[in-house]
């Protein structure tokens, strides 16, 4: 009898569970879990990391029939990423990525495509920077390589 209604308990915690650990994500990082945020967190904290733009998740939300407006994927791509959660890479100045992984690491910038691609760990070597300014500390270096299709 007890063992029934353990069981019970557990599958009504797997119905929930799709949603459980972006929640559980956004409420570590500070975020109140509000539908449109979980909405994103779910696709862009689970499963493979990938590089999006404001535009193409506006595009993916629309065609999974879920409606939140371009200002508010700006506004939730911007908190998550002071949140620690995503990683924002700047192109220039009309191109903006958020990156899902948000450990360090170099980009291939597919110009042609519009597209960014992790470079591999491990492959570039940087041996030489110069003195920060006076007044700053170093933070980071990012390497962007442009490329364009061979032809
Ligand atoms: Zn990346």
Do not use: W
């Amino acid at each position: 009898m007890h063992d029934k209604a353990s069981a019970q308990n557990m599958e009504s915690q797997n119905i929930e569970r799709p949603f459980t650990r972006v929640i559980h994500k956004l409420q570590d990082a500070g975020l109140r879990p509000t539908r449109q945020r979980m909405a994103l967190a779910k696709s862009l904290l689970e499963g493979p990391s990938r590089h999006v733009t404001a535009e193409s998740l506006h595009r993916e939300m629309h065609q999974a029939n879920i409606n939140i407006s371009l200002a508010t994927i700006y506004n939730c791509l911007h908190q998550f990423t002071d949140a620690g959660l995503l990683r924002e890479v700047v192109v220039d100045s009309r191109r903006t990525y958020f990156d899902t992984n948000i450990s360090e690491h170099h980009h291939y910038f597919m110009v042609a495509e519009g597209r960014l691609e992790d470079v591999p760990d491990g492959v570039i070597n940087i041996d030489m920077l110069p003195d920060v300014p006076p007044g700053k500390v170093f933070s980071r270096v990012e390497v962007i390589i442009h490329v364009s299709d061979d032809s």
